[in-house]
């Protein structure tokens, strides 16, 4: 954690002869985020988790790799790709996974429990301002969780790949199949821009969203999160028998359509080329998107000064 | 300087008005103990001075608006609240590294070195320390911060009597240095009379008294008074009257009654400085329609 340092050490002496009383504004927010992080442990310990468990059912099939490899010269390369490529995109996906899940609970309770256990009181009694407060909340599903996920996948692919290669070399066999199949550069950085365009951009109005809700609601925040989209969608089914608003909901949400490249169940190993990246910068969803996103923040920034402990 | 300033404070929910019009003057160095019954308006009074709140009316704290200047506010103003708010998940060095993180006047050493004189370890959660730990943890998170003003909701609510006494001793020996100013709202009236230099009561959203200790002293007189001369006593016109074991206690005020003098009531009994507690019933209870339970 090298932030801190950083934020501290900006030339204190100059800083303290021009405001005495100033703090800079990174400061805060890297102590607000630290702040989350203990409060959360499940941000980063529940995708650890599901890798470990992985990891572990993983090196359990590493039993069975030496079989597999010596029958690989007769397979198509589709099947090749299969065998050997899929349980590492399965390891990204679960730990994606984990995280996109960790990432709306912590959102659901983000800016209710503070005031449910009225330590919102001791928040606003220090000099954070609700703005520092909502960009350092909504930083953990938007930055930190993608963030963790990647070095998380990347750490227990390199390790899947560690493994196999020791149990291929322990059986006398040839590494060069396994290691042409995972080109684990390459995965990685298609890893980051799924984690970045996908999980931290495309996701954030719905992150944005559920930050809004929990500003909110006094209780039951699942239910105000979720309740009033179904109900959008239950009245726009009744009053015009159409279900745009579901296939919306489902476009930001899930794999699927054409315009959206790249969600959570869509990961692709096709090579990251400059195409893909302006078609996704070019999607008007995007923008929207994220206009909704601010829109919802500042309105969550507006209740965490309005609203008191409940 | 003045510290706090408001003027016409009003703030109502829904049909109930919490303040009614309040007018407030609070200067540098002084401690002002804000009494009154529950649901009076007291900790609207507080909440609004943080910040916490929206109001109408005027209100300047440290020269500021308290509802749109929260944070820059908070550099000034330290708050502790009726219950313990500190948040449970907590870690004490947790809470000592955040503070120091946010806070430009935190003084971390000071803070530890008032956690030491405690139980209290820094490894600790909030959740594992007692009510009154929590308040000392507080406490000193408070003390270390160089704030112009404290600000005190029922501090010690809940809180055995060397806890409450522990916590006004530490706040008058090693925090008050007579350039900061303390607000404080409480039900043990008697617990902090000697600490305060000025009184307040509210009611209904009112203020309906307000008066420095000095003045305090010098304007009402208790008489207790002897059988005898109780009749030649009441004639003085007293304020209030109560009997305590038989015997009656009168009140003066020596602002209304120009001609009692301390002399002329020693000569009926027993005078002495009523104490808050006996004032604050008096006023409150010669108020047509509040009836004092408390």
Not at chain 1, 212 to 230: I, Q
Not at chain 2, 21 to 44: F, W
Not at chain 2, 54 to 67: I, N, S
Not at chain 2, 156 to 169: M, N
Request: with cysteine.
């Amino acid at each position: 954690m090298t932030t801190q340092s950083n934020a501290i050490s900006g030339s204190p002496l100059e800083s303290q002869a021009l405001a005495p009383t100033e703090i800079p504004v990174t400061r805060i927010l890297y102590w607000s985020v630290r702040r989350e992080l203990w409060e959360n442990r499940s941000v980063y310990l529940a995708p650890l988790g599901v890798a470990a468990i992985f990891l572990f059912g993983f090196l359990l099939s590493l039993f069975r790799l030496p079989g597999k490899m010596r029958g690989a010269a007769a397979l198509t390369p589709m099947q090749l790709h299969v065998l050997i490529e899929r349980p590492y995109s399965f390891a990204a996906l679960l730990v994606m996974g984990s995280g996109f899940l960790v990432a709306l609970f912590y959102c659901l309770d983000a800016l209710h429990g503070e005031r449910h256990d009225r330590s919102v009181l001791f928040w606003k009694s220090l000099p954070v301002s609700d703005l520092a407060t909502v960009l350092s909340k909504a930083a953990i599903p938007i930055v930190i969780i993608p963030l963790l996920s990647f070095a998380i996948t990347v750490a227990i692919q390199w390790l899947m790949l560690m493994f196999s290669t020791l149990v291929l070399l322990g059986n006398g066999q040839s590494i060069s199949l396994l290691w042409t199949h995972v080109p684990l550069f390459q995965m990685s950085l298609m890893l980051l821009y799924h984690l970045l365009a996908g999980h931290a951009l495309w996701y954030a109005p719905i992150y944005a969203w559920v930050l809004m809700v929990s500003a909110w609601a006094r209780r039951a925040t699942f239910l105000w999160a979720v309740l009033p989209l179904v109900a959008i969608g239950f009245l726009e089914k009744v009053a015009f028998n159409t279900a745009h608003f579901g296939a919306f909901l489902g476009r930001r949400l899930g794999p699927g359509a054409e315009d959206v490249p790249y969600t959570v169940d869509s990961i692709s190993m096709a090579p990251l080329t400059l195409h893909t990246v302006l078609r996704f910068f070019s999607t008007p969803g995007l923008w929207i998107g994220l206009i909704f996103a601010v829109a919802f923040l500042a309105v969550a920034v507006r209740l965490r000064h309005n609203r008191g402990p409940i | 300087m003045t510290v706090i300033e408001a003027r016409g404070l009003r703030k109502s929910f829904g049909a109930t008005l919490a303040l009614d019009g309040v007018d407030l003057r609070v200067e540098e160095g002084r401690i002002l103990g804000l009494i009154g019954p529950n649901g009076a308006g007291k900790s609207t009074a507080l909440h609004a001075i943080l910040g916490l709140t929206p109001y109408q009316g005027e209100l300047k704290v440290l020269g500021r608006d308290p509802w749109s200047q929260r944070d820059q506010l908070m550099r000034d103003v330290c708050f502790i609240a009726d219950v313990a708010v500190l948040p449970r998940w907590m870690r004490v060095a947790h809470a000592l590294d955040y503070v120091a993180g946010v806070h430009p006047r935190f003084d971390r050493a000071k803070a530890e070195a008032f956690l030491a004189k405690t139980s209290i370890r820094p490894a600790s959660k909030v959740r594992e320390l007692s009510k009154g730990m929590v308040t000392q943890l507080h406490l000193a998170l408070v003390m270390a911060i160089d704030a112009k003003l404290l600000v005190l909701d029922e501090p010690t609510l809940g809180l055995d009597i060397l806890y409450r006494k522990q916590f006004y001793d530490s706040l008058l020996n090693d925090y008050f240095d007579g350039r900061r100013t303390i607000v404080v709202t409480t039900h043990q009236v008697e617990e902090v009379q000697h600490v305060l230099t000025d009184v307040m009561f509210i009611n209904r959203g009112r203020i309906v008294f307000n008066c420095s200790m000095e003045e305090l002293e010098a304007r009402y007189m208790e008489l207790t008074v002897r059988p005898d001369r109780s009749d030649a006593a009441r004639a003085l016109k007293p304020m209030h009257e109560r009997q305590v074991l038989g015997r009656s206690i009168l009140l003066f005020d020596s602002g209304v009654s120009q001609n009692v003098d301390r002399t002329q009531l020693q000569a009926l009994g027993d005078v002495r400085t009523p104490s808050i507690a006996d004032l604050f019933v008096a006023i409150l209870g010669s108020m047509p329609t509040q009836g004092v339970a408390q």
